[in-house]
């Protein structure tokens, strides 16, 4: 660990809670060493990708860069167009099987990514379960809890607890958890979120970590106004579109003009995807009995 302060605290901060612009804006950080510019250069790049700022991550980011940022690039390639998706995977795996730069923390961070993005879990945990940043350790509980094992996800929360308790990935991953465990558990995620709402700027990540919570306690209601709040912020995010479709069908509102906007900025998207799946069997179904 560096003995001195850590330049980078807000800027990773920003970037873990949703402050995508503001993690880019106050990114002219002075007195960095050589490896800290990478790492910021790193958050920079992957707050654009967040933003839905691809290309320019693809063309400002050329052949001579560093590991970090061409596995940063090459994140920005594979959601960029499912077009790219195919080539992305392919260069991954090559630089995955490199023994001088397969071992990159930011590249088994991209790959997980990827993998988690395919639902390929297992190869997914296969460059990120030895774990090695704080980072990694969040993207193992979300895979552990993509696969439904909340036991493996609570393993690895409990190393981040031993590393830093108060991280602000530790406090994130503490709420994942907790809404996946749900019960009496919902209350503490709220006031994780909560936390966070009253310490940090608001964001559209945390008013839908608050949102999520309230929907899990059957109050449609403070859940909808927080999802509205968080549209204003970010009209395309697509967390906040896929819970104002859930929101809506239980207030029993309409919910087509949310679903309409999902289906155009994110068509990749786990709700769109369930969706048009009922519609072609239902489909189906009505060929069969026509």
Known sequence: MASGP?????????????????????????????????????????????????????????????????????????????????????????????AAIGNNPTLRLVAGTIFLHEQDYNEALKHTNAGGTMELHALNVQIFLKMHRSDYAEKQLRIMQQVDEDHTLTQLANAWLNLAVGGSKIQEAYHIFQDFSEKYQMTGLILNGKAVCCMHKGNFDDAETLLLEALNKDAKDGETLANLVVCCLHLGKPSSRFLSQLKLSHPEHLLVKRISGAEDSFDRAVQTVG
């Not at 880019?24 to 490896?35: H, K, Q, T, W, Y």
């Not at 958050?43 to 063309?59: E, H, K, P, T």
Request: glycine letters at 4%; hydrophobic letters at 40%; charged letters at 20%.
């Open 6 to 98: 850590d330049l980078l605290f807000g800027l990773r901060n920003n970037f873990y809670l949703g402050a995508y612009q503001a993690a880019i804006n106050n990114s002219d950080v002075p007195n960095l060493s050589p490896e800290e510019v990478v790492e910021r250069d790193s958050i920079v790049y992957r707050s654009y990708i967040a933003l839905g700022s691809y290309q320019l991550v693809i063309n400002e980011i050329d052949s001579s860069a560093p590991t970090p940022l061409q596995a940063v690039k090459l994140l920005a390639l594979y959601l960029s167009s499912p077009d790219h998706k195919e080539a992305a995977i392919s260069g991954l795996k090559e630089w995955l099987e490199d």
